[in-house]
């Protein structure tokens, strides 16, 4: 079976530009996670989709962030202008429903933003 | 405010010693607990989990004991092999399905 799988792994760009981040849920799974990780925050929750529903995006930093499921499958992660502070490991993950089932993480994109 | 702790940042244990990892969280909300494993340069992995209505889940080498009143929860690893080398976090979880984690101890099994 296919993990989650996010694209790009590494994404290295100057500040002020379009960064998308895209992530493929396994499938069957019905809840969709973003997560930024940092060395001062940890890993932090950024939104969460059930049913390509976002449920909760109060961890989304900034208006400059968005994130969508065009699709049951598949997610973006924007983030439009891109600054500095943005650099993080960005994960992506699923389950079957919501947060009490285990998530199954991607391996992540690495962001630098210069 | 940090509502899910990790206060060791690390710990290190001998091959075949019992590993305990702590966590602490302060919302009362968090009625679900969840342990992951996070290798270099890849997600976080499953481990184990437990209800608020338990106080204690097992799964092969792996326990996680829930103790409500002190809103604190261990993972014990025993015997710990050097596999098991690794940055480990809690995650505690709203009724509304909201995760937060800590910030994770790392792990050094020595052989």
């Known amino acids: 079976d296919a993990g989650v799988i996010q694209s790009p792994r590494h994404e290295v760009t100057e500040m002020g530009q379009e960064v998308t981040l895209r992530c493929k849920l396994i499938?069957?799974?019905?809840?969709l996670f973003w997560y930024r990780q940092t060395m001062m925050r940890g890993l932090e929750l950024l939104i969460y989709?059930?049913?390509?529903?976002?449920?909760?995006d109060s961890g989304m930093p900034e208006d400059r962030f968005s994130a969508k499921m065009p699709n049951a499958s598949f997610s973006t992660l924007k983030i439009q202008p891109s600054e500095p502070r943005d650099s993080a490991v960005y994960f992506c993950?699923?389950?079957?429903?919501?947060?009490?089932?285990?998530?199954?993480f991607g391996d992540g994109t690495r962001l630098s933003i210069l | 405010d940090q509502q899910v702790k990790q206060n060791s940042p690390s710990l290190s244990v001998q091959e075949g010693r019992i590993s305990i990892l702590n966590c602490d969280y302060t919302?009362?909300?968090?009625?679900?607990f969840l342990w992951y494993k996070k290798y270099p340069a890849e997600g976080p992995t499953f481990l184990i989990s437990?209800?608020?209505?338990?106080d204690k889940n097992e799964d092969g080498r792996f326990t996680v004991f829930l103790n409500k009143s002190a809103k604190h929860l261990s993972l014990h690893i025993v015997p710990s092999q050097p596999g098991d080398s690794a940055v480990y976090f809690c995650?505690?979880?709203?009724?509304?399905?909201?995760?937060?984690f800590g910030d994770g101890t790392t792990l050094t099994v020595k052989p």
């Open positions: 993950a699923s389950s079957l429903w919501g947060g009490r089932e285990p998530q199954h």
């Open positions: 499938s069957g799974h019905n809840s």
């Open positions: 989709f059930n049913n390509n529903v976002p449920i909760d």
């Open positions: 919302n009362s909300m968090f009625d679900y």
């Open positions: 437990i209800s608020s209505i338990k």
């Open positions: 995650a505690a979880v709203t009724n509304a399905g909201k995760s937060t």
